[in-house]
Every structure is written in C-alpha cells, then in structure tokens.
Nanobody, 126 residues
C-alpha cells in the first residue's frame, strides 16, 4: 500500500519562505515522478511543480516559476518544495502526489498522478 505524507505547512508573512516535505512509501520511490499541487479556497486544484524520477527534469507552473524549487532525495524517499518570496495568493492546501510513471507532463493533469497525500495548509499573510 502506498502512503504519501506531506509536512511543513504553516503561517508565513508575505515575502517569507517555507519548505514543504513529502515522504512516500509502498513502492520504489526512485522509479516515479513526484509532484506538488495546490487548492486555494473556492478554487480548483492546480498544478504547482513536478520532478522526474531521477530529479533531472523539473516542471513549474508559470505562477511559481523563479520562486519555488522542487527537488527530491531518493535515498530518503522524500520530495521537497522550497517556496520563496511567498505571496498571499500562494495561500492554499498543498498536495503531494506520486506519478503514474517516471515523468510527468502538465498535459496529463491529475491522471498523471497515482497516489495523493492529504495535504498541508500554507497560509501567507499580507
């Protein structure tokens, strides 16, 4: 059984930084892409960032490009999302997901992810 667990959410002031972590277990972590998504109040869930199985290829939503960095440590079965220069509009529940394959392309949408965590809340105050 696959488990995906996020941590690191919290309250931060605008302009601040936060790092989210996500641990996945249950299948060979290093074989699958990993991704971060978010859902703001009253909005649909949206893609934030993804990383290929090896960590070599990363993808970002335009809204976070240059501010957020996704990375992974396959030895620790963990993926990270470093969030800098946070804005109030980044406030959302952030979900980690494990891919259906080694790569993830934004055209795949949610279908490209097999397993999801329960989310961690990030609140950015102005």
């Amino acid at each position: 059984q696959v488990h995906v667990v996020e941590s690191g959410g919290g309250l931060v002031q605008a302009g601040g930084s936060l790092r989210l972590s996500c641990a996945a277990s249950g299948r060979t972590f290093s074989s699958y892409a990993m991704g971060w998504f978010r859902q703001a109040p009253g909005k649909e869930r949206e893609f934030v960032a993804a990383v290929s199985y090896s960590g070599e290829i990363t993808y970002y939503a335009d809204s976070v490009k240059g501010r957020f960095t996704i990375s992974r440590d396959n030895a620790k079965n963990t993926v990270y999302l470093q969030m800098n220069s946070l804005k109030p509009e980044d406030t959302a529940v952030y979900y980690c997901a494990q891919g259906a394959g080694s790569y993830y392309y934004t055209q795949m949408g949610d279908v490209g992810m097999d397993y999801w965590g329960k989310g961690t809340l990030v609140t950015v105050s102005s």
